[in-house]
């Protein structure tokens, strides 16, 4: 077990070594046919000078071994295992071993014994490492696929449906997942409806849901992504819970920047583990569980409601004295304990806002991949933690200002009105995913606008909270804080009769639980509206932004793709999808965008994240993850995951009325005229197959 440590450390090492993309093995695949009942399929590794591609035979301690799997069909069965070159074979310094490896070129045949006399594919997978004199790269996995009577009729072949993974040379079931194809490739296309995957041609189009990127490419943008995470509003009241806890513990310049660094450490330490084992242990569904649910949300609106509490003066939050007395016997020995308690608690909070942007990361763990998701995770955390290890930092520079009144103090009021505000996104979610009707848009607004005017009244000194010093007159700073406050409250204003506020959307509930929207009564007056085919299923509970019409349930909308002759734009989103407010907010609403959807396609609105539940004979049990999908939100998750390896949201698609593919699906993406192109390059394509 130690030197298998010892090769994850060295792949670790080589990464942060490397600075471009190496790619030194090659393979080529071809297929000998011996007879009319046998062939032989011939997996050639062309290796860069100075690197080793390892044998097949390695000691459990060694490095990766090279295998190979075949996906099974009834048309062929392997004969025996697959066949090597006699491979250089000398103790390796870097492993402390003898290991076997091969240099050069390395040439691996495996024969089978063919049941058809038709055509049909061989496909497997080679998953192999590398390494040179000095470092090693992770281990990859290239898929390859044969032809065999290439020409020849007599069969027509299906795809399996359940999936295996054994060992070298060995059969596994084939799975229908969507894989990187050509535009002239056939896949399959899941539809929520029984669980099954089901024949449905792509064309027009490569389907790349899952991007070959480096790992240094992935680890940026998985930095990219935390950056990203830090302007969700789960994040910004975390600051001030920080900047408080570390007032009171920071007694040096020392010991702030000691605990500043341990606390960054803690975070990236707890994200990289946790995301790393809930991925592995619980699947991807867990992030999507965390977001939605109405538990944590409204545990973590509660929460932020005692904090906004606490700020504006009304009790201070202490812990029990046997809390305080152990923190103070932590804290004389380094306070490690606290720290770990509020990196805990920051990664716990804000995970409800961060769990759909590092999805994809726990997707990739779920599929069994470990380096990629553990270094990604790694990049996320560290762009996450930085800044909290600064505000960690920051409070000892404050430690001889005032702790109570002042300015201080005005800071804390005017973070306690902020809580209040964004605490109410958590409320929201819930609100939404289960259809209480708590909390509409216009409930949402009329809440902000009374908080900013109380936070402006605040600023010029009408209002005073208990802890606030004497203030004979208003400073200039505080006169330009009111001015940019009730600014805001005159842009919210015409929200409450419909206006979009574009600059919000990814904060306010959607525009389609808005009861009096001025905006969609003039379109229904000018007859400014899509046709449908009929009342959509869920209509009642889900809607789509900007009035348009449309269906939230994949058969009945292909149905009326086919009955209107029109091509089909499926929209992956969720309830508590910021991003998916944001594209519909900043780039469906434009007015290219938005005729095209209206007049161009048949738009199908799938919630991943909607907690109703379906009547139980439209339950079945996912052929990904062996789990029973019960609601509207479960069935949609998991057609997206299985159908398109894909669990991000927004997610667009297009298909013409075969299921076809009509052009690369795309994502977030606040580049209007790009959305545009990708609609109009769908209608092209749609054209030319109608």
């Known amino acids: 077990m130690l030197k298998r440590f010892l090769s994850i450390a060295l792949v670790l090492v080589s990464l942060i070594g490397q600075a471009q993309v190496l790619k030194p093995v090659k393979w080529d695949f071809s297929v000998k046919e011996i007879s009319d009942t046998e062939a032989e399929l011939i997996l050639k590794a062309n290796i860069e000078k100075g690197w080793h591609l390892y044998s097949q035979d390695i000691p459990p ?14 048309y062929f069965e392997l004969v025996g295992k697959v066949t090597e070159p006699k491979p250089i074979e000398e103790f390796d310094n870097m492993f402390g071993m003898t290991i076997k490896y091969f240099s050069s070129s390395a040439s691996f045949k495996q024969k089978i014994k063919l049941k058809s006399k038709g055509e049909f594919n061989v496909n497997g997978e080679v998953e192999f490492m590398v390494c040179d004199d000095e470092k090693c790269l992770p281990p990859e996995i290239v898929e390859f696929s044969l032809v065999l009577n290439k020409g020849k009729t007599g069969n027509n072949q299906k795809p399996e449906t359940t999936k295996d993974t054994v060992g070298t040379g060995s059969v596994i079931p084939q799975m229908d997942t969507v894989n990187k194809v050509d535009s002239a490739a056939i896949t399959t296309l899941q539809t929520p409806a029984d669980g099954k995957c089901h024949p449905k041609t792509f ?98 609106f509660f929460i932020f409601m005692v904090f906004a509490a606490s700020f504006l003066g009304m009790f201070e939050i202490t812990l029990p ?96 009105f902020l809580e209040l505000a964004l605490g109410l996104k958590f409320l929201s979610i819930a609100d939404q995913t289960y259809h209480w009707g708590i909390l509409d848009r216009e409930v949402n607004i009329a809440l902000w606008i009374v908080i900013f005017t109380l936070l402006g009244l605040y600023f010029l000194g009408k209002i005073k909270t208990p802890h606030d010093s004497p203030m004979p007159h208003v400073s200039v700073p505080r006169i330009m804080l009111a001015l940019v406050t009730f600014s805001f409250v005159v842009y919210l204003i015409p929200g ?6 574009k600059a919000l959307s990814g904060y306010l509930p959607p525009q389609a639980t808005h009861d009096f929207d001025l905006v969609h009564k003039i379109e229904v007056a000018t007859g400014n509206e899509n046709k449908t085919c009929g009342e959509p299923l869920h209509g009642d509970i ?50 290219a965008v938005l005729k095209m959807l209206r007049e161009d396609f048949v738009v199908i609105a799938l919630y991943v994240d909607d907690k109703t539940e379906l009547p139980e004979s439209q339950w079945y049990t996912s052929k990904y993850d062996g789990k029973k999908k019960k609601t509207i939100g479960a069935q949609n998750a998991d057609f997206q995951i299985c159908s398109f ?46």
């Not at 600051?239 to 040096?252: C, D, N, Y």
């Not at 997707?363 to 960690?392: D, T, Y």
């Not at 009945?556 to 944001?582: S, W, Y």
Request: charged share 15%; aromatic share 14%.
């Open 321 to 416: 004295s046997s809390w305080v007395n152990a923190m103070d016997a932590k804290a004389d020995k380094g306070g490690i304990a606290g720290l770990l308690f509020m990196a805990f608690t920051l990664v716990l909070v804000s995970f409800s806002c961060t769990g759909p942007i590092v999805g994809g990361i726990l997707v990739e763990s779920a599929r069994g991949e470990f380096f990629k998701p553990m270094l990604g995770m790694f990049a996320f955390s560290l762009a996450f933690a930085l800044p909290f290890s600064l505000f960690a930092i920051f409070p000892n520079w404050l430690s001889n200002l005032p702790k109570s009144g002042g300015w201080l103090n005005s800071v804390k009021v005017t973070l306690g």
């Open 61 to 74: 301690d060694g490095p990766i071994p090279t295998t190979f799997k075949f996906n099974a069909s009834k």
């Open 542 to 591: 889900l809607h789509l932004p900007h009035n348009l019409n449309g269906y939230f349930d994949y058969e009945q909308g292909m149905a009326c793709a086919k009955e209107l002759g029109k091509p089909v734009f499926i929209d992956f989103t969720g309830h508590g999808c910021v991003n998916c407010r944001e594209m519909e907010a900043n780039v469906w609403s434009d007015p």
């Open 203 to 300: 064309r027009g189009a490569s389907v790349e849901t899952k991007e070959e990127f480096s790992y240094w490419g992935f680890m940026l943008l998985a930095f990219l992504a935390g950056l990203a995470a830090l302007l969700t509003p789960c994040v910004f009241p975390m600051i001030p819970m920080t900047v408080t806890f570390f007032l009171k513990t920071a007694e040096s310049r020392s010991i702030a920047i000691r605990n500043g660094v341990l606390y960054g450490l803690s975070i990236i330490g707890i994200y990289t583990l946790a995301g790393t084992l809930v991925s592995v242990l619980i699947g991807p569904e867990f992030a999507n569980w965390l977001s939605t649910h109405w538990l944590p949300n409204i545990l973590f």
């Open 496 to 501: 409450m009769f419909g206006a979009p506020l």
């Open 645 to 690: 390896d894909n669990n991000a949201q927004p997610y667009y698609i297009t298909l013409d009325h075969k299921g076809e593919l009509l052009h690369t699906p795309t994502a977030y993406n606040l580049n209007v005229s790009d959305f545009v192109k990708f609609l109009n390059d769908a209608k092209e394509e749609f054209k030319k197959g109608r």
